[in-house]
């Protein structure tokens, strides 16, 4: 055990951890200020979830990373088979159908399907990244990408299949493709954006994305939720108010960082960014003195999945961005959520690891895609 401890890379697990504690502060408040939905129980789950993720980190962190590069079809496969069970057997909870039953808990695929993409990608970009400059082979390294987000969206989870399709195009930028094929991309995803909002969304999700054009064209209705986030985030000052003074719908999921704000204030909002931006400084350092092009991906893909998925959280409970039922990282309740980036953490803690242990391949400086 001591020896586990010894091998951490405490400037990635001590900041993690504090997050997660700030976390558990934050629901113990919002239980003092009597909002029905957050209990004592609801806590204590969250707490195992904590728990049980820093427990999966650890594990990941004791295996050579090189080793990722054998799971990858069954990591695929498994992950299609949980989101293929959840439509089957899952539990449908504000219209979508995205939660698996196991007890006490409710396990979401869909989470864990970022860390399978993060895997898939890394490891397709550092076999075939000198060949990224043909089309053909990023189209390729998309098909696996979209067989995951099709049944992502039969939930539908339009939230995290936004943010996987963002970090498998955050990886394909990074990984040195050519401008002419990412503006390529950009004007297909405008015309499947255009397919979607004609065929594919539903009238509530258009509602969201109109809403985000302007709040207060409904600001009892579909505007609700971001008029009274931005109210919560507001009321929170300088340092924060004791008791919840604007009520806010799903406080402690995806409006989480609304409550935090009211709760914390500016002050607490800086601590978090500044825990942030350390850990993810501290993640660079490891991409930049990892020898080959596989951790490096690995990295970045773990970046991507906090930066991206930080972004859209704040963005809408700003009112800057659709609301789309997305969990702020290391902060929301919900146990799926906590332990996949828990699990990312793993994988941070792996390529520091072994990085530099016996039986590394290094790639010549003339075929890394990140010289």
Same mark, same amino acid.
């Given at each position: 055990?001591? =020896? ?58 004791? /295996?050579? +990373? ?9 990591? !695929?496969?498994?992950?299609?088979? !949980?989101?293929? *069970? ?12 995205? %939660? /698996?039953?196991? #007890? ?16 898939? $990608? ?8 000198? =060949?990224?400059?043909?089309?053909? +082979?990023? $189209? ?27 970090? %498998? ?42 809403? !985000? ?23 929170? #000052? /300088? ?20 409550? !935090?704000? @009211?709760?914390?204030? *500016? ?76 699990? *990312? ?8 690891? +072994? @990085? ?16």
């Amino acid at each position: 055990m001591s =020896k586990l401890f010894r091998s951490l890379d405490w400037l990635i697990v001590l900041p993690v951890s504090i997050l997660s504690i700030m976390s558990v502060i934050t629901l113990f408040g919002f239980n003092m200020s009597n909002i029905p939905m957050v209990s004592q129980f609801l806590i204590t789950k969250h707490i195992i979830s904590i728990v049980l993720g820093f427990v999966f980190a650890m594990i990941i962190s004791q /295996i050579d +990373y090189r080793s990722f590069t054998t799971l990858v079809q069954p990591l !695929f496969f498994t992950i299609i088979g !949980f989101l293929i *069970l959840v439509l089957i057997f899952g539990n449908r909870v504000n219209g979508a159908k995205s %939660w /698996i039953d196991i #007890g006490y808990f409710n396990f979401q695929p869909a989470e864990f399907a970022k860390a399978v993409v993060v895997i898939i $990608i890394a490891q397709y970009f550092s076999r075939y990244h000198h =060949k990224l400059n043909s089309f053909g +082979y990023i $189209i390729l390294s998309l098909i696996p990408v979209l067989a995951i987000i099709f049944f992502i969206l039969l939930q539908p989870d339009f939230g995290s299949a936004i943010i996987v399709i963002l970090v %498998w195009l955050g990886m394909l930028i990074f990984g040195g493709v050519r401008i002419k094929h990412i503006l390529i991309l950009g004007f297909i995803g405008i015309l499947i954006f255009i397919s979607l909002w004609l065929w594919g969304f539903k009238d509530y999700q258009k509602d969201r994305i109109l809403t !985000f054009l302007n709040p207060t064209t409904d600001p009892l209705g579909s505007g609700y939720n971001s008029v009274q986030s931005v109210k919560s985030v507001i009321s929170g #000052g /300088i340092t924060g108010v004791r008791d919840q003074v604007v009520a806010v719908p799903e406080i402690h999921t995806d409006f989480i960082f609304s409550g !935090f704000a @009211q709760q914390w204030g *500016l002050l607490g909002i800086s601590i978090y960014f500044i825990i942030i931006i350390l850990m993810i400084s501290r993640m660079i350092y490891i991409a930049l003195n990892s020898q080959d092009s596989f951790p490096k991906m690995i990295v970045l893909g773990v970046i991507l999945c906090i930066v991206v998925q930080l972004t859209i959280n704040v963005g809408m409970n700003l009112g800057i961005m659709p609301i789309t039922g997305v969990p702020l990282p290391f902060m929301s309740y919900g146990g799926s959520s906590m332990v996949l980036y828990w699990i *990312l953490i793993g994988f941070i803690l792996s390529v520091q690891n +072994y @990085q530099l242990s016996k039986g590394t391949i290094f790639m010549k400086d003339s075929q890394d895609i990140f010289v």
